[in-house]
Structure formats: C-alpha cells, structure tokens
C-alpha cells in the first residue's frame, strides 16, 4: 500500500507517544522514518540527510520531550523546517522594465513553451501587453507550438523562422516589441535532451544580450535527481532568478522543490500543474508545498 509522509510520521509519532519518556533513542527512530519518508517523496539523499539531522537537533533543542503532544509538536517542526527550507514566504513575480523581458530556460521536453504560453496569459488576464518570442532556431514544430499557444491565449508571437541566430531573434524581438507598445516580452528558448556545452553557450549570449529582469529556469518535476543536477548546472552557466516547477500534476509528491532550493539557492516562483492552458498555473507557496511532501 502506499504509504506517505505524515502515515509515517504518525506512526512514528505513536512510537513516541507510547513511551511514557521520551528519550533521545525515540527521537533518533522517529527522525529515522521522517528521513525515509523524505526520500519516498523524492527528496535528495543527502539533503534527506541534512534535513533530518536540522530536526533531531531543533527536536531534541526544543521541549518536544516535555511537550503534551509531541507527536502534534514533532509534525508542527518537520512542516516548519520544509517550509523554512523553501523559502518560507512566497517570492513574487515581478519583473521590471519597459518592456520587462523574461528569459525562460531549461532542457527540451521541461514544458518550457507551454509555461511560456501560459505566463504570456497570465500576464495577459493582468491587463499587460506581452510579446511571446521564439528563439528555438533548431526545431521548427516548437515554433509552431509557440504560435499555436498564442492564437489559443490571444498573445502575440515573435517568429523569424530563416534566422538562425537567436541573440539576434531575441534583440529584434524586444526591438519590435518597444515599437508596438509592449509591456512584457517572455523569451522562449531552444532545450535540448540533455544539458550541452553549445545550449548553454547560446542561452549565456542571449542572457548577456537581452539582459532579462528575470530568468527563469524550468523543471518537470517528476525527473527526480536529475532534476536537481540540471537545476545546479543552469544555475551555475545563467545564475537565474527563479524556477519553474512544472509536472506536478502526475503523482510526483514534490520533494524535488526541497532539493532545488536547498542546492541552488533560488525561489521556486510558479508550479504548473497540467497541459491545459487555464488554471494550471500558480504562484509557488511554500507552506503548501510543504504539505504536499508531508502527503
Ligand atoms: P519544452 O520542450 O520544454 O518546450 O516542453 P513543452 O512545453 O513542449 O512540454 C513537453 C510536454 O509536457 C508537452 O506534451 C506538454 O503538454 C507537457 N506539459 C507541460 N507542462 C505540463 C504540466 O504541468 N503537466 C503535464 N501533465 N504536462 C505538461
């Protein structure tokens, strides 16, 4: 059967409770089936490692032990401690700029350009004037999928399908887009299967270029540790502002938002949830976040 966080943590806790005092050995077990239970949840070995570590330390700090409900205050310090970890506020979206540009990166297949089609609406729905733009010079159908999400959301599509060069896509792009009023362009670039040296170079060009008032990186989320390492390596080639956590409407628990924050240090902006255009995309909370780990 398949067994979440919190039956875990519930049963570890009645471990707890069963004890007439609760000594450091109860704390050591409970932390014990909390780590299992991170990494049933997707979450990183080692972050799993950290994470449980920081728990026993605030369990066994604070009066857990003495407390009337420590299985209340146990469960009450892991929601805590997730949420802390990813960021405990939300972060907002908010670029800046006339027009404010948003670079969107990540590998082929992350759900890139449906995220893009669907902050272009987003942005839209808010009363702002934006300009999808496709710098995808190695695969036609994206362009085409680009388009198709802008007739689908009303939003206009910037295409230079004999161009091969996407600095100069880009740069056109905003060009046109000041000339037409536009008050956001969203920037929609070329992934590929798997993280190469000439993608990360033509993403850098257009970054350094264009420079957005926010990058932002995107990840299905149901790729696990990959997703973690793939998250670390753009991070370190584009220092982006915020990433993309799509997928999560497959049966993924999330865990892999705990680890990207935890390793790069970014705030999870939006979590997209379905291939639908509408209602599939929301601002990242934390707190909910942490809930959707605990099960
Ligand atoms: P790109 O190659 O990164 O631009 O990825 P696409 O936007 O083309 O998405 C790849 C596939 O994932 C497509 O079949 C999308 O419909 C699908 N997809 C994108 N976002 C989501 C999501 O949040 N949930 C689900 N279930 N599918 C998604």
Redesign the pocket.
């Known amino acids: 059967m398949f067994d979440n966080l919190s039956d875990k943590l519930d049963r570890a806790v009645k471990n707890l409770k069963g004890e007439g005092r609760i000594s450091e050995i109860n704390v050591a077990t409970t932390v014990k089936e909390i780590r299992k239970a991170l990494l049933d949840a997707d979450v990183n070995f080692k972050i799993a490692k950290q994470i449980t570590n920081e728990i026993r330390e605030e369990a066994l700090g604070s009066n857990v032990l003495t407390a009337v409900s420590p299985g209340q205050m146990f469960t009450k310090i892991v929601s805590d401690k997730l949420t802390d970890l990813m960021g405990g506020e939300m972060t907002p979206f908010r670029p800046t700029g006339t027009p404010a540009v948003v670079l969107i990166a990540?590998?082929?297949?992350?759900?890139?350009?449906?995220?893009t089609g669907k902050l272009g609406l987003r942005l839209k729905k808010q009363g702002k004037q934006v300009l999808l733009v496709a710098c995808d010079v190695y695969r036609p159908a994206?362009i085409d999928?680009l388009e198709t999400l802008g007739e689908q959301t009303g939003v206009e599509v910037y295409t230079e399908r004999e161009n091969k060069n996407p600095v100069e896509i880009a740069q056109n792009a905003i060009a046109h887009a000041k000339k037409t009023g536009k008050s956001m362009v969203i920037v929609?670039t070329a992934?590929r299967l798997a993280v190469d040296e000439q993608m990360m170079k033509e993403i850098e060009a257009v970054k350094q270029t264009i420079e957005p008032s926010e990058t932002l990186f995107?990840v299905d989320s149901m790729t696990g540790q990959d997703a973690v390492n793939t998250a670390k390596t753009f991070n370190e080639r584009l220092n982006f502002d915020g990433v993309v956590l799509?997928?999560?409407?497959?049966d993924t628990r999330g865990g892999a938002a705990l680890s990207i924050r935890r390793v790069v240090e970014k705030p999870i902006k939006f979590i997209?949830?379905?291939?639908k255009l509408e209602n599939?995309l929301e601002e990242f909370h934390p707190d909910r976040m942490a809930q959707r780990i605990l099960g």
Not at 106 to 115: A, E, H, I, W
């Open positions: 990540g590998l082929q297949g992350s759900g890139k350009t449906t995220f994206a999928q929609d992934g995107v799509t997928k999560l409407d497959g997209s949830l379905g291939e599939t």
